[in-house]
Nanobody, 124 residues
Framework: VQLVESGGGLVQAGGSLRLSCVAS????????IGWFRQAPGKEREGLSC????????FYADSVKGRFTISSDNSKNTAYLQLTSLKPEDTAVYYC??????????????????WGQGTQLTVSS
């Protein structure tokens, strides 16, 4: 199992960015993909997940309305669209494969495989 994130970088506050997560080594449409982030000195935070079986999506309250998760099962790729970015969104963003349901958004323990992360820096 391999997950590779990309799309991070430096963006100004108020800007937008799309992160990608390319998966391999498992049946993508049988699992869920979650997005997490970790800022320096802070705990890992669950952001969103998508159930690739039925397309259902779930969000943490902190990002609802600003971030949008999606996936393309034909490309084994999940995305996280980030808008209205703030300096406090600066973090390393990770995708992970596992089980997605409403209460799983912030449950890292139900996601068994993780990518290496991509850095997002939002300047003020």
């Amino acid at each position: 199992v391999q997950l590779v994130e990309s799309g991070g970088g430096l963006v100004q506050a108020g800007g937008s960015l799309r992160l990608s997560c390319v998966a391999s080594g498992f049946t993508f449409d049988h699992y869920g993909i979650g997005w997490f982030r970790q800022a320096p000195g802070k705990e890992r935070e669950g952001l969103s997940c998508i159930n690739n079986r039925d397309g259902s999506t779930f969000y943490a309250d902190s990002v609802k309305g600003r971030f949008t998760i999606s996936s393309d099962n034909s490309k084994n790729t999940a995305y996280l669209q980030l808008t209205s970015l703030k300096p406090e969104d600066t973090a390393v963003y990770y995708c992970a494969a596992g089980v997605c349901y409403k209460d799983a958004v912030n449950r890292a323990d139900v996601f068994g495989s993780w990518g290496q992360g991509t850095q997002l820096t939002v300047s003020s």
